[in-house]
C-alpha cells in the first residue's frame, strides 16, 4: 500500500492537501476541543471564539485566545515541511483549517489559510497590522486605543471570499486530494470535496477513519509516521 501511494504521489501534477488539527499535535499544539479549561460552565469554545464574544465581552475573548490558542513556540513538523517542500516545487496547494502559522513558518507556497491566521493581528479601529507579540502584551492599539484582533474567521463571521475562490479553483484541478489530520465534519470546509475534479484520487491519511461519502482510500494512521517515510 505505501509503494501504491508513493507511485500516486510521484505520478500527480496538483496535490491538494486538506488538513486540519491533527497535522499540529504533533507540533504540541493540541486541537482546541481538547484543551484544558475548554467547556468551563454553561460556555464552550463556540461562545468564547464568536463574534458575538468579541463585540460584548472583549476582555473575555482576549482572555481566551490569548490562554488558549497561542503557542508561540511550536514549530512546524514533518507533516508539515514535507507538504510544504510539494508546493515549492510547484506541484501542491495546501488548504488548511489551522489558524496556527506552522505551514508559513515551514515556508509553504500555494498556501490558503482558509479560516485565517492568529499571528496577523490588526486594529478594528484603523485596520492597521501590529505585531502578534504586542498583542499577547495588550488588546489595545498604542496609537488610538482600538480593540485589536486576529485575523481569523470567528463563529457568526464569514469566510474570505478571496481564499474560498482560490480553494475551489485548487480542488478543480487537483489529480490527488490527500486529506490529512482532519475528520472532515467542518463546513464549509467539507464542502470542498464537491469541487473535486471527476478523475481525482481522494486518500484520507487520519487516525480516526472518516465516512466521507465519496470513493476514497482510506489510511488509518498516524500522519507522522505517513510524512516521514514519503519521498518528496
Not at 496538483?14 to 479549561?37: E, M, Q
Not at 498556501?111 to 495588550?138: K, M, P, T
Not at 492599539?141 to 469566510?159: A, F, I, K, Q
Amino acid at each position: 500500500m505505501a509503494a501504491t501511494l508513493q507511485q500516486a504521489f510521484d505520478a500527480a501534477k496538483h496535490i491538494v492537501f486538506l488538513t486540519g488539527a491533527g497535522v499540529s499535535t504533533p507540533s504540541g499544539i493540541p486541537d482546541y476541543r481538547s484543551k484544558n479549561g475548554l467547556y468551563t460552565g454553561h460556555r464552550n469554545a463556540e461562545y468564547y471564539l464568536s463574534h458575538t464574544c468579541l463585540a460584548q465581552e472583549p476582555e473575555t475573548f482576549y482572555d481566551y485566545v490569548k490562554q488558549n490558542l497561542y503557542y508561540p513556540q511550536a514549530q512546524p513538523n514533518v507533516i508539515h515541511t514535507k507538504q510544504a517542500a510539494l508546493t515549492q516545487q510547484g506541484r501542491a496547494t495546501v488548504i488548511t483549517q489551522n489558524i496556527d502559522n506552522l505551514y508559513r513558518l515551514a515556508k509553504t507556497q500555494h498556501l490558503i489559510e482558509f479560516h485565517g491566521n492568529l499571528y496577523r493581528v490588526y486594529c478594528q479601529i484603523c485596520g492597521q497590522e501590529v505585531a502578534w507579540q504586542d498583542y499577547l502584551q495588550s488588546p489595545y492599539h498604542e496609537s488610538d486605543g482600538g480593540w485589536l484582533r486576529p485575523d481569523v474567521v470567528l463563529y457568526e463571521e464569514g469566510l474570505n471570499q478571496v481564499n474560498v475562490q482560490r480553494a475551489v479553483a485548487a480542488m478543480q484541478t487537483a489529480d490527488l486530494v490527500v486529506i490529512v489530520g482532519t475528520s472532515m465534519r467542518v463546513y464549509p470546509f467539507a464542502g470542498l470535496l464537491d469541487y473535486r475534479a471527476p478523475q481525482a484520487q481522494v486518500v484520507a491519511i487520519n487516525q480516526e477513519s472518516l465516512n466521507l461519502g465519496i470513493d476514497y482510500q482510506m489510511i488509518q494512521t498516524d500522519a507522522t509516521s505517513f510524512f516521514e517515510t514519503l519521498i518528496v
